[in-house]
Nanobody, 117 residues
């Protein structure tokens, strides 16, 4: 099983980034996919979740409207579009796959997002 994140980097406040997560080794379409983030000295927190059929999404309240999660089950990928980025968005962003049926839970290694002028 592999979850490989990409798309992180350094961006100025107000800028945008699009994170991607490429999945392999499991039945991607059967898993809910999420993005989490962890800032230095803080606990890991849920950013956004999209269900297996891409029929419903959930966001950390303060991020709704700036961040958009999407998935492509044909390409086994999940994306996080992040707009109007703020310094508080600086964190290591992780991709997560979770099956509510098997309760299997997989994590990527993370991609760093730094918002700074």
């Amino acid at each position: 099983v592999q979850l490989v994140e990409s798309g992180g980097g350094l961006v100025q406040p107000g800028g945008s980034l699009r994170l991607s997560c490429a999945a392999s080794g499991f039945t991607f379409s059967m898993y809910a996919m999420s993005w989490y983030r962890q800032a230095p000295g803080k606990e890991r927190e849920l950013v956004a979740t999209i269900n297996s059929a891409a029929g419903s999404t959930h966001y950390k309240g303060s991020l709704k409207g700036r961040f958009t999660i999407s998935r492509d089950n044909a390409k086994n990928t999940v994306h996080l579009q992040m707009n109007s980025l703020k310094p508080d968005d600086t964190a290591l962003y992780y991709c997560n796959a979770y099956s509510p049926v098997t309760e299997y839970d997989y994590w990527g290694q993370g991609t760093q997002v730094t918002v700074s002028s």
